[in-house]
């Protein structure tokens, strides 16, 4: 498939409706939560819990199909076919961290927060926490084949798979309300059932051979360029772990208000991250295969003016009615007007990450086209002091709005930093 033939609004809008139906059930999920569970001390375990191995996804994941795509088109060139390797590539990763996690779950969870751990294990058991360990299984195969099928041309069909976790979550809690466990389970089948779909799909296209393990040297190169990325994911994606355990030092309920406070910029930056990411990705990997090198500068520039200027615009229009979005959706049952007022003001600071956010995404795509990955490393260290720092420093006079601020500002950073490289490394072409 040719990327360059393929409009841009059209490739936009067809991602941005089939991912519509993720974020419907994912805001229905959100709303149940905060109706059954509030600010309580169990939920905030499970949020501790499932961000641990979310966080190992995004990394994990987030760095496999990062690394595949720029490799399948210039593999495409010479006609090779690696696919099949790669997939039980990374199962194996996933069952190796999924065992890992699982042997220092309690450890880990005590080191982030001793004093609730201990006070929701004794409340709740381990169990329904435990069980989140496993969902790395399902969601770094579903992470690669995605990848796989947006090469391919195939956007539409991986996000309406991801709609079947949060799916299963809002049936889970209509019928079992105020239940963790419920939600703990209906969590992890839903990720499984993501990628058993996934999985069909592209058996069925014909595009995946089991148990082949030929293209060594494919798998060399994948893993060379996954590990450098995996690096500078770790650094990133452990913003938000640090972000939630500091949160966590301020007292009782600041780890639920970035949570609930981050859900619709979050949620809004990852609906547009995604409906222009899946297009953007294959589209720049596949100029610079051709070395098209001045192509993918012009869809750079069109991308940022484009998608950078609508991140403002909707960021404006968080803020101005944060108020309004927050009692309209999680104020109902345990969720206070009291907690509304300090979600929003959480709110109101993060809906300012939206354009920095989609600058800073649209520079990290470009360099992993380019597969300059040890840039990417430095600055994602360099990310990693700042919001470390920030955070310290902010939230000791501002409290959890400071942690807030802090990820705007290494957001913003991000975005320089990214776009700067990248427009450098096209001029020297």
Excluded at 82 to 111: D, H, K, N, Q, R
Aim: aromatic fraction near 14%; glycine fraction near 6%.
């Amino acid at each position: 498939m040719d990327f360059a033939k393929i409009s841009l609004s059209k490739a936009f809008f067809i991602i941005a409706l089939s991912s519509v139906l993720n974020r419907v059930f994912t805001m229905l999920k959100d709303i149940l939560v905060a109706r059954e569970f509030g600010r309580e001390s169990s939920i905030e375990m499970f949020l501790l819990s499932y961000i641990t191995p979310y966080t190992i996804s995004t990394i994990v994941g987030g760095a496999i199909g990062a690394a595949f795509i720029p490799l399948f088109f210039r593999a495409q060139k010479q006609k090779i076919n690696f696919v099949s390797e790669i997939y039980f590539l990374t199962l194996f990763i996933g069952v190796a961290l999924s065992v890992l996690l699982f042997l220092t779950f309690e450890p880990l969870m005590l080191f982030l927060n001793h004093d609730l751990s201990q006070q929701v294990f004794s409340e709740n058991g381990k169990w329904p926490f435990l069980n989140l360990c496993w969902f790395l299984i399902p969601t770094l195969s579903s992470a690669l084949l995605a990848s796989y099928l947006n090469c391919m041309g195939y956007f539409a069909f991986p996000l309406l798979c991801f709609a079947i976790s949060p799916a299963i979550s809002v049936v889970a809690l209509l019928w079992f309300p105020h239940s963790i466990s419920a939600l703990s389970i209906a969590t992890l089948l839903g990720f499984f059932l993501e990628a058993l779909s996934l999985l069909i799909f592209v058996n069925f296209l014909g595009h995946l051979k089991l148990f082949s393990f030929k293209k060594i040297s494919e798998c060399v190169a994948f893993i060379k360029a996954s590990t450098l990325l995996l690096g500078g994911n770790i650094l990133n994606s452990s913003a938000e772990l640090i972000d939630k355990s500091m949160g966590g030092m301020l007292g009782h309920g600041n780890v639920a208000a970035l949570e609930y406070g981050s859900r619709i910029p979050f949620g809004l930056g990852n609906f547009l991250r995604t409906s222009i990411g899946n297009f953007a990705v294959p589209r720049f990997s596949q100029a610079i295969a051709k070395k098209e090198f001045s192509n993918a500068r012009k869809d750079l520039i069109h991308f940022i003016l484009v998608y950078v200027s609508a991140g403002l615009v909707i960021s404006l229009g968080v803020f101005y009615l944060s108020d309004w979005l927050i009692s309209l959706i999680f104020q109902r049952g345990a969720f206070s007007p009291k907690d509304t007022q300090v979600v929003s003001h959480v709110q109101k600071i993060l809906a300012f990450q939206l354009p920095v956010f989609i600058g800073s995404s649209l520079g990290m795509w470009m360099l992993v086209a380019l597969q300059k990955q040890k840039l990417i490393l430095f600055i994602a260290a360099i990310c990693f002091i700042v919001n470390t720092l920030g955070n310290w420093f902010l939230m000791k006079s501002m409290g959890v709005i400071g942690i807030s601020i802090a990820t705007i500002i290494v957001y913003a950073l991000s975005m320089i930093l990214t776009l700067g490289f990248s427009f450098w490394k096209l001029l020297s072409h």
